[in-house]
Structures are given as C-alpha cells and as structure tokens.
C-alpha cells in the first residue's frame, strides 16, 4: 500500500551539470512523488521538464538485476557475485602478470557518483600501477579543464550561479543553455526580466536559447577563436584593457594580443571567418568592453572540438584582460553537462589527472601514494578516451571495466569502438539496465550497478556546489553501488586493507582528506574540514560549495585576491593556434554534421527513454536542414533521409528549418541502434581530439545527404 506519510528525502538531479536539489516521497510501491527542492540553492525548487518527470523513470522493467557470466559458448548466464568478482579479479590479475599494468583499464562516467570515481581510481592508480582510467566526461569538458589548468594552473571554476544572476551581460557561447541547462537559463532570463542584464547568444544554429538572445550570433562552425581574439584586440584598442590587473596578476598579455591580432587583425577579417556581419560583432564588442559584470558561459559548442582548448582560452584572455574573473557578476563560466563531470574531476576520474586536482609531476604522485600507502603508483598519464579505444583495437589494452556509460555508441566513430570491444580478452560492465548497445557488445561479465534512487554519495554541480545523492529506494535485486564492486575486486587482488569500506561515507572522509594532504593552499580543491563528518553529518549534509578548508573558511569565488595556482600565482594568457576545423569538406562530403541534445532527453535514453512524457517532446531521432540544402539534395520535410560521413551512416527524418545555417546538418546524440534502428550517429563522428584536452571535434564532421 502505499506510504502516504513516508517523509519526502532531499537528493540530487541525475541529468545535468546544473545540479538541482529533488524531495523524492517514495510511493511504498517502488516508484516516488518528485518534486523540486526549495532549499537547494541550484534551483530553489524549479526542475526542468527532465527533472520533474524523474517519477515516471522508477521502474524494473528492463533492470539488470543479477551478475551475469557468459561462457565459452558465448551464453550469457545469471552467476553469483562472488563467481563474478573472481572472474574479474582473476582475469585483471593474469593481464597485468603477463602484460604489465597498462594493458588493463577502466571507462567510467559522470554518471557515477564522487565516492564510486574516488574508490575505481584508487585501485587503477595506486594499486594496479597504471592511469588508465578515463571517463565520458571527455566527451563533456576536457578541453575546459585543460583551459582552467593553462590559464589559472588549477581547475578551477572561478564563480558561482549567483553572478548569472548579477551580471549585466550574459555571453552563452557554444551553449543551447535552455534545453541542456534548464533551470540555469530560467536565472538568466529572470536577471534579463528583472535588471535588464543582456544576453548574446554564439551559436552557428538557431535555438531555443538563441531566441531570447538580445543579439544572436550565428558564427561558422569552428570560429569562437576567432571571435574572441578580435574581441582581445578591440578591448585594447578602445582603452578597455585593465593595465593594473593585467600587470599585477597575469603573465603573456603581449604575446597573446600580438597572436590575436594575427588571428583577427580587424572588423572585415573577422566577420570574413566567423560568416557574422561587421555591425552585429562592433555591438557585441561595444557591449563587452563597456558592462563590466559580464560573465561568459560556455558548453559543448566550445569544449567538442580539436581546438576546444584554445577556445577555452581565447575567452578566458578576455576576462583575464579586463579583470572580469572572481567579482560578483564576472567571469568565465564552464557550464558542464553531466551530473557529476566535476566530482569526477575532483577525485582524479581523467586519465592525465591523479586525485585531489594533483597531477603526475613526481612530487604530486609521491604524495597521493604516502596518502594511500599506495604499492603500484601509476607514474605517468594514461590514455584518454579516444586512444584508450584506439589501444584496445590494437590489443594493447586487453581487459576494460566500464561503468556507468554506453561508449558503443556515444564515442566517435562508434561503430570502430563496438568492434574493438570484441576483441578484449576480458570486458567487464557495470549497468543497471540489461539492453544498451554497450552490453550488447558481448561483455564476458555484467555486474548489477545500484541506481539513481537506490544509491548513496555526493556529486558536484558546475558551480563547485556538493550535493548528496540519497537513496530513498531498496537496492533492487541483487544490485549493489560500484564502490562496493571495486572494493571487492580490490580485496581479491590483496588490497583488503586499503578498500575496507563499508560506506559512502568512509570513503568520502577518506577523499576530503586527500584534498587537503599537504596542502597549503597551493592546491584549488580542498574539502579538508568535511573530512570529520560522521556517518550521521554526511547523512544530512547539506549542499555546500568547495573549497571547505580545515578550518572550515570557504571561498565563494576563486582569484578575488588575483592568485591564481601557478608557480609565480600569476594568471597566464593562451596563445591560441589558427582556428581551423579538423576535417575537410569536398565532393563527397560537403555539409558539415553537428551533433547536439534536446530538450527532453539525456545521453543514449536509458533513464529519460522510460517516460512517455519526455518521449513526446520529439519523439523520433531527426536532421535538420537548411531548406536551400534540402532543395539541392532533394530532401523533403519529415520524410526519411540517409546520412554518411566518413566514418559511418544512418538514416533520420530530416526536419527542413532555417533554424539550421546552409551548409550545415545537426542531428541529436541520444538515439542507438537500441531505441531506433538506424539512427545511431556517434557512428558517424570522426574521431579527431584536442592536442590537450583529448576531447573530440565532435561538431564538425564532413558529410552528405540524400532521399532514402
Ligand atoms: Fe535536472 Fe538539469 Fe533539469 Fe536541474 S536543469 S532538473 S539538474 S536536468
């Protein structure tokens, strides 16, 4: 019957990167009433259309329930954990006997909470011996890591959510904000409502955030860079360039403007590059130069690019110009798309990361390995995403542990990675659903992962913010959290000692104070003074943004004082290379593909695929077209139409718009060959990445149409 009296449970959003608080009042009958939660600060009890139908996602229909094994024949069977467990550790400890500790690795997810990232990277890197351990959060924000780390030595986010609501201009460039960071965009449009404040929008399509844009630019694909660096060069030739700020705090200003003005020596030349008109980019620069709480928001549109780094930087060289970084209002401002992106950055969850925000010089992995009395210190980076996929083709690597995520089909050229899982000699995936392309990849092992509802941890939002992911559901058959999993499979490799954890809480403690292991404030990430929360404390702790320093003082927005966390504390400017995009149109490919999300979906389904509700929205994989192009390729509105790049195709119905710039196609990611047939379009992706940050140009890619 149902509990009309059980009490409703503050947890977290499992969607995006804003991170709003839900009260979630379980029904008694395995599903909740949810609702949004006035006292979380994210949000102050607004959810997005995704958010408020998380109630109508509660359901074991196709929940892996049980550990599964298959055999020699191929046939997948249920198993006991203990069986599983084994097989794992035993299949992991052969690898690493007969071909050292980089032929193993793990493929973890911003999905995951901070304490299961926390537990899989500890025994990757400090007991197995290698770093490779990588996420899709590289498909996420890795090129605005790699752009914190160069300008400011650290990655840090410098401000909060409180400065889209005080700032007076609002740049969302390479951000559909108002569909992938709902209740964000909701502030934004409330301070615009309120105060006035302006939005520009950058963006080579037409969308939903672009219609409320104040100015909206819809730039070339690829041409931020460009942008921006034309905007460096007017701020310093109008006198906008604050001198003592930049003299003070900051090292390369010259160098940097001597590169912008190559790259954007005037108004005609950057209007030529980036296809925008000369007086809509004289207003956008006009209204920079003069607001002085302006705050620059970012997203995929910069980030999924081979020069996403440089992008990162090319915004950043503004704000660091005029001193707009860590004021009430100012700043550049990362928006990430997962969950949990950023806890899994806390904890060391990329590949050229370690723990903590430390990094492999010896120093930092001597010190991580005395925390964690550690046997096997990985002593260098591992392979990012890409490569890691790349590796396991060549049969370099030849075990993989993933969790949490469908890299079948949401990599590039992901029909290249399907077939690479076929050749691991072992393939272990934690899941909670029984059918997704990735475990219809043959893994040998399948083990039953706890999820949103019926786990336990934190998770970080993008304004630094830790919330806790509360359980107010059973764990469901014989499901368990991959914290427990990895424990176990440590145990079994002879670290018992090191993974004896019987809660999320303990390894949180364990984590906190990592964070603030011989830090003397040389270090951004520092939650030392959680790392004495009881069991009791960090069941009720309350959502609370880093860093929390042992002497519990908190800092509300990083570089007020104009430190940053490079050797000399000076901020340094990027020198961006020559904007260009990574493939090249022709004959047979003359469109550019841009891949994206909607508004009612998340990553490849598996969660928002369950509601009827969201399904309605758009309820069918599709391109959109420019009618000129749809014209010259014969392509009609809501008939089907095959695609091909390179790398791959599939057939979508084409949705002919003028919201999409000619020459351009965009098709959303979240389909697979397991909700529709055809229309898996990480198949079709290249596979180019960032020479930094490793993450991939996953919005450009040259292709064609026709009729089906
Ligand atoms: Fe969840 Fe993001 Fe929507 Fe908030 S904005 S309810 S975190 S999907």
Redesign the pocket.
Known sequence: APLAHSPAVRTT?P??????G?LAKPDGAGGAAVT?DPGHP??FGR??????ALGETLTLHDRLLYPMMRDGGGALARASWDAALDRVADGFKRIVAQHGPNAVAFYLSGQLLTEDYYVANKLMKGFIGSANVDTNSRLCMASSVAGHKRAFGADTVPGNYEDLDQADLLVLTGSNTAWC????FQRMLANKRERGARIVVIDPRRTATADEADLFLPIAPGMDTVLFSGLLTYLADVAAVNWNYVTEHTAGFDDALARAREIAPDLPTVATKTGLTESDIARFYAWFAGTRRAVTCYSQGVNQSAQGTDKVGAIINCHLATGRIGLPGAGPFSLTGQ?NAMGGREVGGLANQLAAHMGFSPEEVDRVGRFWQAPHMATHEGLKAVDMFDAIARGEIKALWVMGTNPAVSLPRAAAVREALSELELFVVSENVHANDTVSAKPHVLLPAAAWGERDGTVTNSERRISRQRSFLPLPGESKPDWWAVSEVAKRLGHGEAFAYRSAAEIFREHAALSAFENEGTRDFDIGGLDTLDDRAYARLAPIQWPVRDDASQTARFFADGKFFTPDRKAKFAMPAEPALADRLGDAFPLWLNTGRIRDQ?HTMTRTGRSQRLGGHLPEAFVEIHPEDAARFGIVNGEYARIATAHGKCVLKAVVTTAQQRGMLFAPIHWSDATAGLARVGDMVIAATDPYSGQPESKATAATIAPV
């Open positions: 959003c969607y995006c990167g804003v991170g709003c839900v949004g994210a949000n959810l997005c259309s995704k958010g408020s960071h709902p209740v964000l969950p998340w």
